[in-house]
């Protein structure tokens, strides 16, 4: 099958020798149709098949978190966009991983409809770590199928995809697949104690959460001679807002699922917020803020107040205080002050590793696992706290999920011109808070 979807053409590429799925893998479209003893593997059954759709840094370590859960787990496909990704991705995989990772030649999947194809790979659990713009009609992609999922976060980036995210992991519960959420602090075994004690009443009723995530740029790619605009977006994705939700999808969302964790997994009433661009003009830095800052008013009167900034050669800290009347607690640091003083000190764990683990466990045992509902909260959270910076309006929640403004575009290749174009300095122009810029939430 020819990708009609390819990247375009580079020196040394050889993207068009590997556009092909086999025919006989076509049928597996109605899989989603199957009973669920399909896609239980009880322990020592046999093997447990994954693909991976996003062939980046985190795809890669996502990978290798999945096989670390067992020798039983073995990559068979992969999809991305890009060629050279895939390619340095499988290379790297199969020198760590000789014995789980056996990619052949016809389960390397490129271009923007490879997921589709992966799907139909004969899979049985799905990785995705693609650019966020693309996770909820992939996550959809993969319910239907009736496959496993691993997801990164977020889990959409405008209402509209989180709707389909919320709705798929709802399916996911029917089909008794397990869906397992890269909000990674979750999983991780000394946080998890802490949030317990927390939520216990080890310091009271809580009146604050203070959440940083400050930091340098991430993962800046400059433009290269030659290519397409959306070309060049994509390979720069985590800059560009109808791409990746800015900063407080993709940093900021980690600190602000912990404060939510905190507070039962409730939605808050409101939000406001400020921002700008200060620094960070030159074009690699696409069109977003620089710093932002937003605060969450809860039913309780908790306000929850979110810092996050990427600017060079700044302070930088991630870290998390949660104030309550008998104490306070820093979580990252696993320690409570005040009437009952604990620091924990049992195992560390990864954390990365500790999801894989359990999502696999979940598959061999037959008992699945689903976190739908805190993962789209959270990725709500993000979506509102960016109206709210953005607008430098008041965001009411339940307006804020009527919200029809979408990122998606009607179709996907390299001659597509994106929503977003640089002036003739070639710097990309940001919002401007005011009421303008929250009609285009179409709230």
Request: with cysteine; charged share 25%; proline share 5%.
């Amino acid at each position: 099958m020819k990708n009609q979807n390819e990247c375009p053409a580079h020196p040394k590429s050889t993207r068009r020798q590997f556009i092909k799925t086999s025919a006989a893998v076509a049928g597996v479209a109605l899989v989603g149709q199957l009973t669920l003893e399909r896609f239980v593997h009880a322990a020592g059954s046999g093997t447990i098949k994954i693909g991976l759709i996003g062939c980046g840094g985190r795809g890669t370590g996502a990978a290798v978190n999945a096989m670390n859960a067992g020798k039983d787990v073995q990559l068979v496909a992969l999809a991305d966009v890009f060629r050279d990704r895939l390619d340095l991705s499988r290379r790297q995989l199969k020198a760590g991983k000789s014995d789980q990772a056996a990619v052949d030649d016809d389960h390397c999947f490129v271009g923007f409809d490879a997921y589709k194809a992966l799907i139909e790979g004969g899979v049985d659990v799905v990785l995705i770590a693609a650019a966020s713009h693309f996770h909820p009609e992939m996550l959809k992609a993969c319910v239907d199928a009736g496959k496993h999922v691993f997801c990164e976060k977020p889990h959409g980036i405008d209402v509209p995809g989180l709707k389909i995210s919320m709705a798929a992991s709802e399916e996911a519960k029917k089909k008794g697949l397990s869906l397992v959420s890269g909000l990674c602090w979750r999983y991780d075994p000394g946080v998890r104690e802490t949030m317990k004690r927390v939520l216990d009443g080890a310091i009271g009723a809580i009146v604050a959460i203070q959440e940083t995530y400050v930091g340098g740029p991430y993962i800046v790619r400059e433009r290269q001679y030659g290519l397409y605009e959306m070309e060049y977006q994509m390979r720069n994705w985590y800059h560009f807002n109808w791409l990746s939700g800015d900063q407080t999808a993709q940093q900021l969302i980690h600190s602000l699922d912990k404060a939510s964790w905190a507070l039962g997994d409730k939605p808050p009433l409101r939000a406001w917020g400020m921002g700008g661009r200060q620094v960070c003009f030159d074009p690699k830095y696409g069109d977003q803020y620089d710093h932002q800052s937003v605060v969450f008013e809860y039913p309780n009167g908790v306000r929850v107040f979110g810092l996050t900034r990427d600017m060079p050669e700044c302070h930088n800290d991630t870290s998390d205080f949660i104030m309550g009347t008998k104490g306070y607690c820093d979580v990252l640091k696993y320690r409570i002050e005040g009437e009952n003083p604990w620091h924990y000190e049992g195992p560390k764990g990864n954390m990365y590793d500790v999801e894989h683990q359990e999502l696999f466990d979940s598959i061999r045992s037959g008992k699945p696992i689903n976190n739908g509902q805190y993962m789209c909260l959270s990725s709500m959270l993000a979506i509102v706290a960016q109206m709210a910076i953005y607008s430098g309006q008041m965001i009411d929640w339940e307006k804020a999920m009527a919200s029809k403004r979408s990122f998606a575009l009607p179709r996907y290749d390299w001659d597509v011109e994106p929503p977003v174009k640089p002036d003739t300095n070639g710097t990309y122009p940001t919002a401007m808070p005011g009421k303008e810029e929250l009609n285009r939430w179409q709230m």
